[in-house]
């Protein structure tokens, strides 16, 4: 393996049984869900041998970690160690020895322990769920033998974790640092906080590991801002949104013909309304490097958040007395708001009645079309001195942005809390019982409604945008937290 070596690097390399999480807990810790890159499998013996993953910023190398296959027979390769040690107590010699003689017979041992004869740092990842035996005593042993920096990783793979106090008392005895760390849990704070242990472990190469966490921040917080734009441009392109048709004097003097436009414009409103969702979806997805999660969006299924169920604006959205409150300082009418909470149907004269599936995409139940009020100056209107254009959106209900904004902060919040060492597909479900906008502060709360407001007269407020986007990355860093 070309170059696969770099002294001027700090290196660590991951080692553990087979099937303990080592690929796992690399794919989390490096934000890696690929397959291609890094095969995350429950099928022992995946990872067959070693695999440079090196940690860049700015096109320049800071860290370099090693995948590894797992111990195959550690109890039999000490007992080899303990004999090249010539009957003196092994050291990092002897497992050098044993690295550089012993390929034949124990090719994943002396794989694994390369890295480590070279001089890496030590990452030994175990499942505290299973009891202390025998011979990971001897996987023990052997790293302790090799005289490297050393830190232990805790990573429960399900079941009753009753031996974990056994396993924290035999690796506090043999290793540096013991620290728990569920790769399929673990979010950006957890990461974060591996990392800096590795200060605690290896202090030759401290100010590459500072450096690596100071770009990480500066990156997390760069991201942070990207996902903040993108949910403002989703906000202002939905609350913007408009679908048109043409009337002509047969479509207004036979109403069954209208009817049929109003009908066709829905379906193009809510289907044009999922793709928009999906766009930013997708944007979100990318900046956090997920391949597997999928955006649950689709106007035909009934799935995440349903516009057509009063649960979903008791849940979600401002309650009535915010909205009452945002719509009174930025000039909206009130009286709007009280029809919200008194059933679906009550949500005002001019709402669409219909559904939104997947947070905002449509639901049409049994192939039916949502029922479609007509009314001048909101939701579906005739539009125009001679009255030959018909146009569809927004929804009148002033809960909508509300709704809208909620239903991608819980999105977001799935995203982060997924972790890249996990490989099962899924979808993005807002779940969750809370609404995260109805924790904001009243002058946040007046400061977006403000903007909604400009938003659906179709003319975004430019001059509020600065305050929107700061008011969002400041939102975005409450859910991260």
Request: glycine share 10%.
């Amino acid at each position: 393996m070309k170059d696969w070596w770099n002294e001027d690097v700090p290196s660590f390399v991951v080692v553990g049984r087979v099937n303990a999480g080592k690929s796992a807990t690399l794919a989390t810790l490096l934000e890696v869900d690929d397959d291609e890159i890094l095969r995350v499998s429950p099928t022992p013996g995946e990872t067959t041998g070693v695999q440079p993953l090196p940690v860049v910023y700015d096109d320049e190398e800071w860290i370099r970690f090693f995948d590894t296959p797992g111990f195959q027979q550690p109890v039999e390769a000490m007992r080899e160690i303990e004999r090249l040690a010539a009957g003196g107590t092994p050291g990092p010699e002897a497992v050098r020895r044993f690295v550089d003689e012993c390929g034949d017979r124990f090719p994943d041992e002396v794989r694994l322990l390369a890295p480590v004869a070279k001089g890496a740092g030590i990452l030994y990842v175990v499942d505290p769920c299973k009891p202390l035996r025998d011979s990971f005593l001897a996987e023990i042993e052997i790293l302790r033998w090799s005289g490297r920096p050393r830190l232990a990783l805790l990573n429960p793979q399900g079941g009753e974790t009753g031996h974990e106090e056994a396993w924290r008392e035999r690796l506090g005895t043999a290793f540096n640092l013991v620290r728990t760390f569920d790769a399929h849990a673990a979010r950006y704070e957890e990461r974060r906080k591996l990392l800096k242990s590795l200060l605690q472990v290896e202090e030759r190469h401290a100010g590459h590991i500072e450096r690596v966490l100071e770009a990480m921040e500066a990156e997390w917080g760069q991201r942070r801002e990207d996902a903040a734009e993108a949910i403002v441009d989703f906000l202002e392109q939905s609350l913007t949104l408009r679908t048109t048709d043409a009337l002509d004097e047969r479509d207004l003097g036979v109403p069954a013909r209208r009817e049929r436009k109003q009908a066709a414009l829905a379906e193009e409103y809510f289907g044009k309304l999922a793709k928009l969702e999906s766009r930013c979806l997708g944007r979100l997805l990318t900046i956090y490097r997920h391949h597997l999660l999928e955006p649950d969006v689709d106007p035909r299924r009934h799935r995440g958040l349903d516009l057509a169920t009063e649960e979903t604006w008791r849940k979600w959205g401002l309650n009535r007395w915010q909205l009452t409150a945002a719509g009174a300082v930025a000039g909206g009418a009130a009286g709007a708001v009280f029809d919200l909470g008194v059933g679906v149907h009550s949500l005002g004269a001019g709402t669409i009645i219909g559904a939104l599936g997947g947070g905002t995409a449509a639901f049409f139940k049994g192939g039916q079309l949502p029922e479609l009020k007509v009314k001048l100056g909101g939701g579906l209107k005739l539009k125009g001195g001679d009255g030959r254009s018909l146009v569809v959106g927004p929804p009148a209900s002033p809960n909508f942005a509300w709704v809208l904004l909620d239903s991608m902060l819980l999105r977001y919040r799935g995203i982060l809390a997924r972790a890249h060492g996990r490989r099962d597909e899924a979808r993005l479900d807002p779940g969750g019982d809370e609404s995260i906008v109805r924790q904001l502060p009243g002058d946040q709360r007046s400061l977006l409604q403000k903007w909604f407001t400009s938003c659906l007269k179709g003319s975004p407020d430019r001059g509020r945008e600065p305050e929107v986007f700061a008011t969002l990355v400041a939102l975005l860093e409450e859910v991260d937290g």
